[in-house]
């Protein structure tokens, strides 16, 4: 085979040629990449971190940096995600700089910008409520809710807001003995859930006071996420055409990209 190559000086000006006029048109087209690549990021980063003000990282800023390398098989940019925890503050590698909390709070922001075009997706968060309570994790229960309506959405929270909005609530157990330690998990009915979520509440399990919060809590909980789960079904069976993200839960203010509804 080696003998059957055409090794003279105009067969290989000829590959020379084609060599360069391939590279000259790659390089352009991952020049238009380039493009379209730093409009996305700006557009990305300004709405990453505005979904991150409703998840208890109101100071913190999102960028997609995105640098130029050498032409490579994509292209010729390198893309970094990057987060400042306050507006003065330098944009530092997420990877590096983040902590597990803010890392799910991130994916979370990121999985609500593309949102409807997910499905099917099994999704897990660890520490996504981690320093937060009151009405931000209301809002952090929500949004995991919305993602939960077309994916698999397993979360690790101690905030009872949030497990408020699960579909399936599992309690977790560890039990020390003299000789063993085991571990043990169990589906909690709705009379155990409420139990839970008053023992999460604030300790007040065997309380009428604290039975009743959490009943209230869940009963709200519930309610709204079946009102989106119709809702959906609606606009699934094509009775209601209106965007996803701003009518099934308009209280998100969905930092996402417009919706082009058939």
Do not use: W
Not at 55 to 60: E, T, V, Y
Not at 91 to 104: D, F, I, K, Y
Not at 219 to 235: F, G, M, S, Y
Request: proline share 3%; aromatic share 4%.
């Amino acid at each position: 085979r080696l003998e059957k190559i055409d090794v003279s000086s105009d067969a290989l000006g000829k590959l020379e040629k084609e060599v360069q006029s391939a590279h000259k048109e790659a390089l352009a087209l991952a020049k238009q990449l380039s493009k379209a690549r730093q409009g996305v990021a700006a557009r990305l980063s300004k709405q990453v971190t505005a979904e991150l003000a409703g998840l208890a990282m109101g100071k913190s800023r999102f960028e997609v940096a995105v640098s130029t390398v050498e032409l490579g098989p994509h292209g010729i940019d390198e893309v970094e995600f990057r987060l400042a925890p306050m507006p003065g503050a330098e944009a530092r590698p997420l990877a590096s700089s983040a902590s597990g909390g803010e890392l799910s709070r991130v994916m979370l922001a990121l999985e609500l910008f593309q949102g409807a075009d997910t499905r099917g997706a099994t999704l897990v968060f660890d520490e996504v409520d981690a320093g937060v309570g009151g009405v931000a994790a209301v809002e952090i229960g929500r949004r995991l809710a919305q993602l939960a309506k077309n994916n698999q959405v397993i979360v690790v929270t101690h905030l009872p807001q949030v497990a408020a909005y699960a579909d399936m609530h599992l309690h977790v157990s560890k039990h020390v003995g003299d000789d063993t330690v085991t571990s043990g998990v169990e589906e909690l009915s709705r009379e155990r859930r409420i139990e839970e979520l008053s023992r999460m509440l604030a300790g007040l399990a065997d309380t009428e006071t604290g039975r009743a919060h959490a009943e209230e809590l869940l009963d709200r909980a519930q309610q709204e996420c079946a009102r989106v789960r119709a809702r959906l079904r609606r606009l699934f069976d094509g009775a209601d055409h209106n965007c996803v993200h701003e009518s099934v839960f308009p209280q998100l203010r969905f930092a996402g990209p417009p919706c082009h509804c058939p």
